[in-house]
């Protein structure tokens, strides 16, 4: 497959519940992506939001990169 129609970039959204992270872990195997979770961008270890400045730059950062696969709920 020519680097013109590999996959690069991926987003997995959808309810809570619903197999987002199941589907996109299977994706980052079988393509060799780097997974984020949106939970881990969000969210500090133990629940407490990132700041939102924080998170913005963070987000910004991750999806000006060339390849990856994000998953999230809503």
Same mark, same amino acid.
């Given at each position: 497959m020519?680097d013109v129609?590999?996959?690069k970039r ?6 809570? $519940? @619903? &197999? ?6 299977? %994706?980052a195997?079988? /393509?060799?992506l ?8 969000k969210?500090?270890? $133990? @629940? &407490? ?5 924080e998170? %913005?730059?963070?987000? /910004?950062e991750l999806?000006?990169?060339n390849e ?7």
């Amino acid at each position: 497959m020519s680097d013109v129609h590999k996959m690069k970039r991926v987003a997995v959204f959808g309810n809570l $519940g @619903g &197999g987002n992270s199941t589907l996109a872990r299977q %994706l980052a195997s079988i /393509s060799r992506l780097p997974l984020h979770s949106f939970d881990t961008i969000k969210y500090k270890p $133990g @629940g &407490g939001e990132v700041p939102h400045n924080e998170y %913005l730059q963070i987000h /910004s950062e991750l999806l000006g990169g060339n390849e990856w696969i994000i998953d999230g709920f809503g």
